[in-house]
Antibody, heavy 121, light 107 residues
């Protein structure tokens, strides 16, 4: 069974840092682009970052550029999101998701169940 | 960025009824539109991609149509498990964007 499980969320003060992880199983992790998507409380979904199979290409939404870093460890079947200079508006459920197919897709299937990040003093 | 506007915000229907959800883009996205289902506490699920292709394992009661800037997700006969929030997403132009969602609730 293809599965994605996020971890690492929690309460952090404004200006602080947090590292999210996503553990993948049930597929060959190194064959797929991976993505982070977030959902602020009461809001819709927002694409955050995407990384190529070998980590050589990374893309970010403007609001997190320079503050967030997406990375992966293919040997550990793991995706990461290093978040720094956190702001209240970064408060959200963070989901990791896989591209639907091994080629670049930008359709996300499957998704994890998410990990909650709360930025508050 | 491309803005996706979903309507209605809430759709109140009974099991067995037909649901018609709309997604309108601020500019043409050609056929590069997907639909997702999201239930509380669960992972979002891809239903439809490239406007009209059902994802693996998605029942035939779900169908997508449209191109350019106007798209529709139709659920032909609502099952109890279909009550959820539905989002559209475009990949025509970066950044990738999602609509605000339509909640399908039990009437």
């Amino acid at each position: 069974e293809v599965q994605l499980v996020e971890s690492g969320g929690g309460l952090v003060q404004p200006g602080g840092s947090l590292r999210l992880s996503c553990a993948a199983s049930g597929f060959i992790f190194s064959n797929y682009w991976m993505t982070w998507v977030r959902q602020a409380p009461g809001k819709g979904l927002e694409w955050v970052a995407k990384i190529k199979q070998d980590g050589s290409e990374k893309y970010y939404v403007d609001s997190v550029k320079g503050r967030f870093t997406i990375s992966r460890d293919n040997a550990k079947y793991s995706l990461y999101l290093q978040m720094s200079s956190l702001r209240a508006e970064d408060t959200a459920m963070y989901y990791c998701a896989r591209d639907r197919i091994q080629l670049w897709s930008d359709w996300f299937d499957p998704w994890g169940q998410g990990t909650l990040v709360t930025v508050s003093s | 960025e491309i803005v996706l506007t979903q309507s209605p915000v809430t759709l109140s229907l009974s099991p067995g009824e037909r649901a018609t959800l709309s997604c309108r883009a601020s500019q043409s996205v050609r056929s590069f539109l997907a639909w997702y289902q999201h239930k509380p506490g669960q992972a979002p699920r891809l239903l439809i991609y490239d406007a009209s292709n059902r994802a693996t394992g998605i029942p035939a009661r779900f169908s997508g149509s449209g191109s350019g800037a106007d798209f529709t997700l139709t659920i032909s006969s609502l099952e109890p498990e279909d009550f959820a929030v539905y989002y559209c997403q475009q990949r025509s132009k970066w950044p990738l964007t999602f609509g605000g969602g339509t909640k399908v609730e039990i009437k």
